[in-house]
């Protein structure tokens, strides 16, 4: 068996009266982020970590923000597009481990309904998906409430043969 391991990084300025979706979840919030797309940070660095893994480059090559095919697209549908290439190379998610660093509102409360989105869209068991969140103790943009950020880790891994 082969494993590689991948690395992703999101960033989303917050608005104030904008839809807030992390995970696939519509939290209720004062702001929200804001992008080309529907904006869900945490499903865009998850995107990137297996885009990254399976050495694809990232979301933003195969689905530009120039591009209006991709404007206000649930970030769901990217992922599970994500998977459908890392498995034509013959790989396939062994696990993945998020981060997601914002004041408010607090995630702990949601991570369950993330966990169940997000199995859904990459084909794979909850059990194989870990959702943390933390603050930035009100420090810098984060902790003025003007971004989000989430950090995603993943492992994929194929059979080879010897």
Known sequence: MKIKVGFGFDVHQLKKNHPFIIGGVHL??????FGHSDADVLLHAISDALLGAANLGDIGFHFSNTDDR?????????????VRLIAEKGWRIGNIDAMLCLEAPKINP???AMKKNIAEAAGISEDDIS???T????MGFIGREE???AYAVCLIEKDVKA
């Not at 404007?71 to 994500?82: D, P, R």
């Open 28 to 33: 209720d919030h004062h702001s929200g982020a």
């Open 147 to 149: 971004g989000v950020v």
């Open 110 to 112: 949601h991570v369950p």
């Open 135 to 138: 603050t930035n103790e009100t």
């Open 131 to 133: 959702i943390k969140a």
């Open 70 to 82: 991709w404007k206000g697209i649930s970030s769901a549908l990217l992922l599970t597009e994500c």
